[in-house]
């Protein structure tokens, strides 16, 4: 089981190209089809995407903020050895982001935004049984991003987007773990119930867990599909 990667070049629109490659890039990355120490060249990566060297100049630029690729003088572009600390740092952080956020919105959300969130967390309810994994990492964006809007604190939103951009990737491939769409619904449910009823704590509690469980769900990911192929689970002998 890995994400999928792009092979043939990504038609998109000029204001959707980069977040495209950045996002193709980072999940070769996560799922180990681009492997630590590996030569990123801009000559290629512009024929294989079907674009000119400068999106994916800008592309680098991405990757390397999120930590995945770094630049050395005299060898280009690398991929990134990924630390697992660095990792659970980054989650540890975003949870205790989340947390706040939830608790804020559970405390400021209007009518309107509560019905919102209901409508958009019971219409998931498709994508759990009939969505892709890619179509429940679109929602999963969603969920979240209504709630920390509706906290209504824009320095505490700005530093958890700032962590989930850098997350993105990890996030994403968490949906490919068995029945992990499933238990993230039933987590999603747990925290939108307690923000209908009002209950602030209970909110921050079931977000920290669950972004909690999010790390630990990625950070398996992560060192089952960066193994080498021959030791990876189901790999044949």
Known sequence: MTLPSLQQPVRASKGTIVDTIVQTLADDIVSGSLMPGTKLDAQAMAE???????????????LAAMGLVTHRPNRGVIV????????????????????????????????????????????????????????????????????????????????????????????????????????????????VRAILTGDADGVARLMRLHVQTVSAMSAEFVAEHRLPSGQRRGAKP
């Not at 990134?80 to 939830?102: G, I």
């Not at 179509?135 to 505490?156: G, M, T, V």
């Open 48 to 62: 294989r995407f079907g674009v000119s060297r400068t999106p994916i100049r800008e592309t680098f630029g991405h």
């Open 80 to 191: 990134a050895t990924l630390s697992p600390n660095a990792l659970n740092d980054l989650y540890e952080a975003m949870a205790e982001l989340e947390a706040a956020l939830a608790r804020l919105a559970t405390l400021r959300m209007n009518s309107q935004q509560r019905d919102a969130l209901l409508q958009l967390h019971q219409d998931s309810v498709n994508l759990v049984r009939d969505g892709s994994a890619d179509d429940y990492a679109r929602y999963n964006h969603d969920f979240h991003a209504l709630i920390f809007k509706s906290a209504q604190s824009s320095q505490l939103q700005q530093l958890a987007e700032a962590t989930r951009t850098r997350l993105a990737p990890f996030r994403r491939a968490q949906f490919r773990m068995t029945n992990r769409v499933s238990k993230s619904w039933e987590e999603h449910d747990a925290i």
